[in-house]
């Protein structure tokens, strides 16, 4: 079945640590996103790519980078100084590069605690 | 910049009552407006959608109609069920510009039996 892949579903991150989230897509899709929930702020947009090897900020950008090298790939990595990195992040990906006004598609979300 | 705006909630009804989720949105040019759902722990699911002025989206007995006058896309269905108990949210996508979609804070909505 064609999705999106996040892992882990839980992840724990110590004060001063990097942390890596997996998000992988076998729809084809050339567009991919990074958003993050915090209770009762809707989803902001933290990372976005539209092609492989680019990547734009998106509204909260400090404290995170990504990569995308390969098209069914785009991990976020979450610094040490992102100061509030506890959060549940969610991964979408879309055709609107070259479908405008598609609909993005989510993963399952990774919730993340700093302990 | 673009923003979406929707009521807050908790939204509480009985089942088989009628539900209306206002959302209202500010954005340049023509947007495609969207109605996704969270259930508990999960990630969002588009539930309906719409490209242009006056369309309506439509799927499992919940409607939207792309107002431009207005501004609005509410949601409403006719007969919640327990099932329909989740987070609900109105998100748009611009016709220019940042291509990604713009989220309202979500509205939770309960069905009791």
């Known amino acids: 079945d064609g999705g999106i892949t996040q892992s882990p579903k839980y992840l724990f991150r110590k004060e001063g640590q990097n942390v890596t989230l997996s998000c992988e897509q076998n729809l084809n899709h050339d567009a991919m996103y990074w958003y993050r929930q915090d209770p009762g702020q809707g989803l902001r947009l933290i990372y976005y790519s539209q092609i492989v090897n680019d990547f734009q900020k998106g509204d909260i950008a400090e404290g995170y980078s990504v990569s995308r090298e390969k098209k069914e790939s785009f991990p976020l990595t979450v610094t040490s100084a992102q100061k509030n990195p506890t959060a549940f992040y969610l991964c979408?990906?879309?055709?609107?590069?070259?479908?405008?006004?598609?609909?993005?598609?989510f993963g399952q979300g990774t919730r993340l605690t700093v302990v | 910049g673009d923003s979406v705006t929707q009521m807050e909630g908790p939204v509480t009804l009985s089942e088989e009552a009628f539900l209306t989720i206002n959302c209202t949105y500010t954005?340049?040019?023509?947007?495609?407006l969207f109605w996704y759902v969270q259930y508990p722990g999960e990630g969002l699911q588009l539930l309906l959608k719409?490209?242009?002025?006056?369309d309506k989206g439509s799927n499992k007995g919940f409607e939207a109609t792309y107002r431009k006058e207005t501004t609005s896309f509410h949601l409403e269905k006719g007969s919640v069920q327990v099932s329909d108990s989740a987070v609900y949210f109105c998100a748009l996508s611009p016709d220019t510009g940042r291509r990604a979609l713009t989220f309202g804070s979500g509205t939770r909505l309960q069905v009791q039996p």
């Open positions: 719409a490209t242009k002025a006056d």
């Open positions: 979408a990906s879309s055709t609107e590069t070259i479908s405008p006004r598609a609909e993005a598609f």
């Open positions: 954005a340049t040019g023509y947007p495609s």
